[in-house]
């Protein structure tokens, strides 16, 4: 008789069914829930829903049963917009807390259109909860090991990331150099914030964070010079974004990366005070501390020679010669 009861479906009132308080799923888009129920007042609800029957006692001592969704969080959210008043649904027995935990995770997991974040969610609950490996959830999944383990380790990102992930702001192919730079916070945000605002493309994006890996594991001999480096960072630091200098052997250039049209007007006009004598006291903190740039003495003479030096210093140093 309990499988009979399992194995059938019924009308049951929507008001009598309970929100699962299993959901992995975070993010329902409106848009998509309105074109369900558009689907739903047309056709009806095509799949039933899954729930647990629950009777609970009444304050006057009665009985009254309810229903505790399983599966069909979208199906049950777009009914209510459609304004059923029933919804078929196929009623589980004998299940514990822990099953229907089970259940609603792994019915979450098998739809495609669960975003990154959830899905990552999903796998840890099973994990703390159930105690299961990676193996187990790839198992249950249809996946490889790999995967649940990749997919895990989107976790490790900042907060920010994440909601940006699972609204769409960034796509998940646009984590894997992010988390290249676990270990250097400052510069990931930089990259995730070029990543938004500019759109570059993963591929663009794994580059630059291929670059920096490699220039902070070069071997001492091969480094840039380091007092170069100290001035990109002291430069990075008080304009808030990446700075890079490109030492050349007569001058050089400094590139500014912005990220909005408010922050290239706040460089500009940094740039005009600059320029006009009227905001020397950051610029000259750093022309102070940088270093004489030695030119070859050659045929011309002294003076051409210290004409030359002078000149090659206002190339790598003047902020007129920022390149954005």
């Known amino acids: 008789m309990q499988e009979k009861v399992s194995n059938s479906i019924f009308w049951i009132d929507l008001e009598k069914v309970l929100p699962n308080p299993y959901q992995p799923r975070r993010e329902f888009e409106e848009a998509k829930l309105i074109d369900l129920a558009d689907s739903i007042r047309q056709y009806g609800v095509l799949q039933p829903l899954v729930v647990s029957r629950v009777e609970r006692v009444k304050d ?3 009985l009254v049963t309810e229903y505790e969704l399983i599966a069909g969080e979208r199906r049950l959210r777009a009914s209510k917009i459609a304004g059923l008043a029933q919804v078929p649904a196929i009623i589980r027995t004998g299940d514990d807390a822990m099953m229907k935990l089970e259940l609603a995770i792994i019915e979450n997991l098998q739809r495609e259109d669960l975003n990154a974040v959830d899905r990552a969610r999903a796998f840890l609950r099973l994990i703390d909860e159930f105690k299961f490996t990676h193996t187990q959830i790839g198992k249950k999944m249809g ?12 976790l490790q990102l900042s907060e920010e990331i994440l909601n940006a992930l699972s609204e769409g702001k960034i796509s998940e192919g646009h984590t894997r150099p992010l988390m290249m730079l ?16 500019k759109k570059i493309s993963v591929r663009e994006a794994e580059r630059i964070a291929r670059r920096i890996a490699v220039e902070r594991a070069r071997k001492p001999e091969l480094m840039p010079d380091p007092e170069i480096m100290e001035i990109e960072e002291r430069l990075g630091e008080a304009l808030g974004t990446r700075v890079h200098i490109e030492k050349r052997e007569n001058g050089g250039q400094i590139t500014i990366d912005f990220f909005t049209n408010e922050d290239l007007a706040s ?3 940094l740039m005009k005070h600059a320029q006009a004598g009227d905001a020397n006291a950051m610029m000259k903190r750093f022309e102070d ?18 004409k030359s030096e002078k000149s090659g210093e206002e190339d790598l140093y003047n902020v007129s010669n920022f390149s954005i």
């Open 60 to 62: 006057d001592g009665g």
């Open 143 to 154: 996946k490889s090991r790999e995967y649940v383990s990749n997919t895990l380790r989107l």
């Open 182 to 197: 676990g270990d250097r916070p400052d510069e990931q945000m930089v990259l995730f914030k070029e990543i938004l605002y």
């Open 267 to 269: 460089l500009v006009d």
């Open 289 to 306: 501390s940088l270093p004489p740039v030695p030119v070859p003495a050659d045929d011309r003479g002294t003076e051409e020679a210290t």
